[in-house]
């Protein structure tokens, strides 16, 4: 028998922000292709990872900059431009996270990778963030999804029992860790399929 769902930890990017450099970079480059090419081999996601990780902006765009000349002014922008790729909320899921807080049922919170540099823009614009019950911030921590400690610090600091708890991602990665760690989840593909999803969750059983 499945336990009595008591929690639902949300991700951010992918599920409730609409974060994606490229709504910055479609601005600075000519071509799709080349935007792809640096996405992919220069400012790519295990490197912007060690910046949801705890490192400094300045640092990595400054390293990466040395080793990369002809990319130094777009590389240097993924720091100072930074906010450009922050389009906005998902408002579908936006607005089922509210049903849920509105519901009374349940703890809400969240486990994010995100930049401690970064965060504070997301902060100051969202005001959805006021239903989260307490949130977990990688860069903060200096722990990043989807390694199971920054789970077990979820956990610990929230008194969160795994087996009662749904974990929400778009990243099949952290996903897998929720899964082994004892959560629900639901694999984030679009609003509609996660709030299908977490319905039959929800359901009595």
């Known amino acids: 028998m499945i336990p009595t769902i008591d929690t639902i930890v949300f991700d951010l990017g992918g ?11 479609r601005e600075v480059f000519d071509s799709e292709e080349e935007m792809e090419y640096f996405l992919a081999e220069i400012c790519n996601n295990s490197w912007n990872e060690q910046q949801d990780a705890g490192r400094k902006f300045a640092e990595a765009t400054t390293l990466l900059a040395e080793k990369h000349p002809e990319y130094r002014q ?18 579908e899921t936006v607005q089922l996270l509210e049903t849920l807080k509105t519901s009374g049922r349940y703890k809400i919170y969240a486990l994010t990778n995100w ?4 965060i504070p823009f997301a902060y100051q614009r969202f005001d959805f963030f006021r239903h989260f019950d307490g949130m977990v911030v990688s860069g903060e921590i200096e722990m990043i999804k989807p390694n199971e400690d920054i789970f077990q610090h979820l956990f610990e600091k929230f008194s969160i029992t795994p ?8 990243n ?6 929720a899964q082994r760690l004892g959560m629900q989840i639901v694999h984030f593909t679009s609003p509609q399929q996660c709030k299908e999803a977490l319905e039959d969750l929800l359901k009595e059983k």
């Open 115 to 118: 930049s401690a540099e970064k």
């Open 172 to 177: 099949a990665k952290n996903i897998e860790t």
């Open 15 to 25: 599920v409730l922000v609409d974060w994606n450099p490229r709504h910055y970079y």
């Open 163 to 170: 087996a009662r708890a749904v974990f929400i991602d778009d």
């Open 74 to 91: 777009q590389i240097m922008g993924y720091d100072t431009q930074w906010e450009k790729m922050m389009k906005g909320t998902i408002d």
